[in-house]
């Protein structure tokens, strides 16, 4: 696991979803920054008190998602991310849906530990054809300096199919191999929706050089499954109000999911 974990085991990282940004459709010029800051501001800190080892900051709402992130919509998320820097007391990490040099752009301007993207493979998306930039977010970890930024490799993207017929373990380990992910993430075919647990357990054996994390759809029911077998997870939706993606993080929740990890570990 990575050294900014201090020897965690079964990490839990935790989403902030910041409210849809500025360029983007569902921007609410009339709250602004200011309203994205403090709505962002009380998920981090519901997170953070509930026991999460990690942090990731996404723009989850900017819908309909784009495959180029908008200028507007990358300065406004490192300017939120900025601003709560001071309040983060656990490592994080930030992904900017679906552009890959944007999101290592905005870790190299906020501090992140890690970044989290679809960067390898060809897909047939809701948003068309779908080809990441994986060599260009690597060059731009080098160039902008930020070597030991992490790279947690989304390996069978949501809301897409991919073009690419090899199975899932072995794509997940040509990933490691020919484009140096740092770590593995296995999703369920939509934001909240569980990954499958046999591929799961297929990409958890096949890969040993990394680390695995269950990417969508894990919740009290599930990550027992889930932590069996992989070496941690991301937690969106379920630590949402009714398990709501759009709400607010409900602190209950939190301490639950966390109180139930603590056993697992």
Known sequence: MFDFFDGKKKVVIGMVHIGALPGTPLYDEHGGINALIQKAAMDLEHLQAGGVDAVMFGNENDRPYSLKAPTASVAAMSAVVSFLSPSIRVPFGVNYLWDPVASVAIAAATGAHFVREIFTGVYASDMGLWVPDCDGALRARRDLGVRNLKLLFNINAEFAAPLDTRPLALRARSAVFSSLAD????????????????????????????????????????????????????????FKVGGHTWNAVDPARVRAFMGKVATLR
Do not use: K, M, Y
């Not at 890969?207 to 919740?219: L, S």
């Open 183 to 238: 770590a593995i993430l296995v999703s369920g075919p939509i934001t909240g929706q569980a990954t499958s647990q046999s591929d799961l357990n297929e990409v958890c054996a096949a890969v040993r050089d990394v680390p695995v994390f269950a990417n969508t759809g894990v919740h009290l029911g599930n990550v027992a499954d889930v932590l069996g077998v992989a070496d941690g997870c991301v937690v969106g939706t379920h």
